[in-house]
């Protein structure tokens, strides 16, 4: 699975990292493809992806919360974003 390292929209890449995490959870992308992806999408497009320390109202609305647990732990993960701030809302519904 190919991904774009530069989106022009929040909207396109909110589509892209779903594919990739449906990807990766429908067994089609192994994790370190799911890692390096997210980490690249993340890293080239840091103000698409967060805003005022969490995710951007679009990407919320377009992924969904299950979708950004999975990115924002890779972020954690890798060291990109603080471990003791939580970018996904808690409580509510999906």
Not at 25 to 51: R, S
Not at 57 to 83: F, M, P, Y
Request: glycine share 6%; proline share 1%; with cysteine.
């Amino acid at each position: 699975m190919s991904v774009k390292l530069f989106y022009k929209t929040q909207r396109e890449l909110a589509i892209s990292l779903n594919s990739l995490v449906d990807a990766y959870w429908q067994d089609e992308v192994d994790e370190e493809v799911l890692f390096k992806n997210v980490q690249d999408i993340y890293t080239n497009n840091q103000a698409k992806v967060l805003k005022n320390g969490g995710f951007t109202t679009v990407l919320r609305q377009q992924c969904g919360k299950r979708r950004l647990v999975v990115i924002e732990r890779i972020l954690h993960l890798n060291g990109l974003l603080q471990a003791d701030s939580s970018s996904v809302p808690h409580g509510g519904t999906e």
